[in-house]
């Protein structure tokens, strides 16, 4: 299978520049997995599609301000995008610079304080010691910028700062958000829980490697960037619950789904914190959920394979084509779909 096999043509202006005014104002197409009808769905008909006992799977990670300039000694510009926070400051980030710094050198930063180089990994890496005067953690909270996807074409403004989070979000890590949960506000969640629907959460911390794009064709040659997860024995126990109740796991997002699969030992859920490198394409049997959330992907992207894992290839390209001729809005601002089996209709 090939990296083109799952190219799709998306006229640019469907691209979702903005948010929408209200969160959970989005539509939702709903794509049966048996090759039943695609149906044109608004995220607020979620508590009508689920019912008492169901269990909505939330990525509870928040977005890290990571986005940071500053000069070399020289003169240089250098811009920051941090990977992942470190224990002592340290820091893992893509630099963009025109020409790379020595290892030991210091970088003065727009906001106040240095970043020291101290290496970089083969995969093109920095680590990073920043001298700040408190803890890197709190420090971006005012002196970082919200890192928004590089196709929006526009700098983050004063509402992303909110917008650009989940509403549950508590567990500072990610330089995306896992965007299928940015359309869950307190008034959907307030009628979700009147029907019934339960809650858990996992934590995937969002790479900047996300929007890397895959550099080889061949989907066996490609390795995925790893990101942090934390899949807690509450959750666990909650999933087991679930099911033996006869209720149904709904993953809100694909990074809930990498999350589960990868904490899945010979195909029983257990609790599991570490790094994951799962990668999931067509080929690969999902175990951990029974329907997926999530919003529209890029063209040949890992995230486009992993749904069509879920769902077919063949089936998520006419979904898509479905999606391109109604004019919905794609990518992390832009609305979602529910990767739903016939049998699990409400």
Known sequence: MKKSDFHFDL??????????SERS????????ADGGAFADKQVRD??????????????????????????????????FLIERLLPDNEARAQLG???????????????GGE???????????WRLRFHVGQALENWLQHA???????????????????????????????????????HFDDALLT????????????????GAGTFQPMRVDDLHQHKMHSEWINVGAELVQQVRHTRAAGGRVIAVGTTVLRALESALVDGVLQPFAGDTSIFIFPGYR???????MTNFHLPESTLLMLVSAFAGKDRILAAYAHAVRERYRFFSYGDAMLLWPQEASA
């Open 46 to 79: 979620l508590p009508l599609l689920l019912r008492a006992g169901d269990l909505l799977v939330f990525n509870d990670t928040r977005v890290i301000p990571a986005r940071l300039f500053g000069n070399k000694a020289s003169g240089g510009r250098v811009e």
């Open 191 to 206: 009628a979700l829980r009147e029907r019934g629907v339960q809650f858990g959460h996992v934590t995937l911390h969002v």
């Open 11 to 20: 006229p640019p202006e469907l691209i979702a520049q903005v948010p929408l």
């Open 115 to 125: 970043a020291e180089v101290l290496e970089r990994d083969e995969a093109g890496f």
């Open 144 to 182: 970082g910028r919200m890192p928004l996807p590089p196709y929006i074409q526009r700098e983050p403004g004063a509402d992303d700062a909110e917008r650009y989070q989940t509403v549950f979000a508590r567990e500072i890590g990610a330089v995306a958000a896992p965007t299928a949960g940015l």
């Open 286 to 292: 999902i175990r951990s959920v029974d329907a997926l």
């Open 25 to 32: 104002a989005s539509r939702l197409l709903l794509v049966p």
């Open 97 to 111: 610079v025109s020409k790379p710094p020595r290892i030991g050198s210091k970088i003065a930063l727009d906001a």
